[in-house]
């Protein structure tokens, strides 16, 4: 039954303040599955998984599942997964096809769609049109190298939904990075639960507390539309200083930028690269020690972009310490994607998705991806863990996931009322829940770019 939006007014929730029922309410996993996921951008999956024409992916969302297919070497299309014959799915994970065959009655479907046979068709007459034998479309878009999907046919172009997230970081060159990793693993928390403790910085001073050796951790966060933007609070792109929450001491800066390339290569697996990790080892026998930090930051993206245009991967022009200070260190994408870009050559992104069973439950993907010279790319492995136990994962993931099963259990407690969130630094998470507030009342109103 249709649940009514008005049960859970955007102005309910302060900067300060975020009702707890958005975590664990059923009406509110009915009204998202109702006016949410029917009606947004998500991503689907990236371009180079379908590299060749007949190429597919298939996208599960929910009770809805998407094909997403190359159908030209320069065009790719979707469709609902289902044939429209008696409902049955034409496919599951990834493949390749030449055309798309039920395996119930066998219909058949080209890869752009139309129908190719319906056997014993005559026995309809007149009854069945081509357009109700054709698979139904989704709309597509591409940016960052990732296929977008939305369901809706008349939702806001793409461009427009991502303004401002696309401009302000066009030049890292997203689109030319490919998977380094790509894991899935179901953790014990509703999907934003997951997603918002990677919103905001504010808990690294506990969480991950071996990083305030080289982290001036204080952070700040903006309100983009309704994606969001988070960085520490420091005047370059780069905040690398030890907290001031930890006793003063001198510090060789060196040293402190090894100690946070080599915690993102072994404690993440992430955000930095082989040539990032051997640019800071360098800095240890070509730089004077206790050189002062620009010049130690100079010699480190120096040593980086020589030995990535040496291998052939390239480095995107422009980057600067003022443009990363603007493009921040962690992005939002409304709804359901966070990706962190320090490394520049570098990224990890996260796609939170509700569970189909259980929405305090949730299925959450992690993609490292890196700048790697053409021909020398890994091989794409999708990993998938049931329980996230079942995988070694490195110890900054371990901290987070620890405490997203204990932040669902609390937040049940009837004395929680609400997220009592940073209006400082986690001002993303609030920004996050008034959006979809606003976007069950009308998915269509424009309120989303700045």
């Known amino acids: 039954m249709p649940v009514n939006a008005d049960l859970f007014p955007p102005d309910a929730v302060r900067d300060d303040y975020v009702p707890k029922e958005a975590y664990f309410s059923r009406d509110y996993a009915q009204l998202e599955k109702e006016r949410l996921w029917p009606y947004v951008w998500q991503i689907a999956c990236r371009e180079e998984e379908i590299p060749n024409v007949g190429d597919f992916v298939t996208y599960d969302i929910l009770d809805d599942s998407i094909i997403v297919v190359r159908t030209k070497p320069d065009q790719i299309k979707a469709f609902h997964n289902l044939c429209p014959h008696r409902g049955n799915r034409l496919t599951e994970g990834c493949d390749h096809a030449k055309q798309f065959v039920c395996s119930f009655h066998g219909w058949r479907f080209g890869l752009d769609g139309r129908n190719i046979s319906v056997v014993d068709r005559k026995d309809w007459g007149e009854l069945l049109s081509d357009e109700d034998v054709k698979l139904k479309p989704v709309q597509v878009g591409s940016w960052a190298g990732f296929v977008f999907i939305n369901m809706d046919p008349g939702c806001q ?24 990793w790509y894991r899935t693993v179901v953790l014990p928390a509703n999907w934003k639960v997951v997603l918002e403790g990677f919103n905001e910085f504010y808990h690294v ?32 792109g780069f905040p690398l200083a030890r907290s001031p929450r930890l006793a003063p001491r001198d510090e060789d800066f060196r040293e402190l930028v090894f100690e946070y390339v080599r915690q993102m290569k072994y404690d993440l697996n992430a955000m930095q690269t082989e040539r990032c990790y051997q640019a800071a080892q360098r800095l240890r026998s070509e730089v004077a020690p206790f050189t002062p930090a620009e010049e130690v930051m100079t010699k480190f993206f120096e040593f980086t972009v020589e030995a990535a245009e040496k291998e052939g991967s390239g480095w995107p022009e422009g980057i ?19 990706f962190l870009h320090p490394g520049i050559e570098a990224v990890l992104w996260y796609r939170a998705r509700p569970h189909p069973d259980d929405h305090e439950k949730c299925i959450f993907d992690v993609w490292s991806l890196e700048r790697f010279a053409p021909g020398t790319e890994t091989k794409l492995e999708r990993e998938f863990y049931a329980d996230w136990h079942d995988f070694d994962w490195p110890l900054i993931y371990t901290q987070d996931f620890e405490n997203f099963g204990r932040i669902q259990k609390g937040m049940k407690s009837r004395a929680f009322t609400a997220s009592r969130t940073s209006p400082v630094q986690e001002r993303t998470i609030p920004n996050f829940h008034r959006s979809l507030r606003r976007f069950f009342k009308d998915p269509h109103a424009d309120d989303g770019r700045i």
């Open 157 to 180: 172009p793409l461009d427009e939904f991502l303004t401002p997230v696309k401009q302000l970081t066009e030049k890292h060159e997203f689109e030319k990075l490919r998977y380094a």
């Open 205 to 236: 001073q506990t969480t991950h507390n071996q990083m305030l050796v080289y982290t001036n951790d204080y952070s700040a966060t903006k309100e983009m539309g309704r994606h969001g933007w988070v960085a520490y609070a420091a005047e370059s």
């Open 320 to 338: 600067t310490p003022d443009y990363l200070a603007e493009t921040g260190f962690d992005w939002h994408v409304f709804p359901n994607t966070i």
